[in-house]
C-alpha cells in the first residue's frame, strides 16, 4: 500500500480523489521528487527535504513536514 502527501496530510494513495479545479489540473504546477529507502530509512533525507521545500517556495505551496 502506498502513501501521498495531499493537503499537508499523509493519506493512502487509493484514497485520493482529484477534481478538475485541483491546482495542478488548473495551472499544471506541482512537484515530484523521488526517494530511495534502504532499511527503512530515507537515503539522504536533509538533501531531499532541502529540495522539496525549494520547490515547494517556487510554486508558493505550504509544506510543513513533522512526525
Not at 485541483?22 to 529507502?37: Q, T, W
Request: charged share 20%.
Amino acid at each position: 500500500m502506498h502513501n501521498v502527501i495531499y493537503n499537508n496530510k499523509i493519506i493512502l494513495a487509493d484514497a485520493l480523489k482529484l477534481s478538475v479545479t485541483n491546482r495542478a489540473f488548473l495551472y499544471g504546477d506541482g512537484l515530484f521528487e523521488s526517494i530511495k529507502v534502504i532499511n527503512g530509512k530515507v537515503f539522504h533525507f536533509e538533501a531531499h527535504y532541502a529540495r522539496i521545500l525549494a520547490a515547494a517556495n517556487c510554486l508558493m505551496l505550504h509544506f510543513d513536514y513533522s512526525e
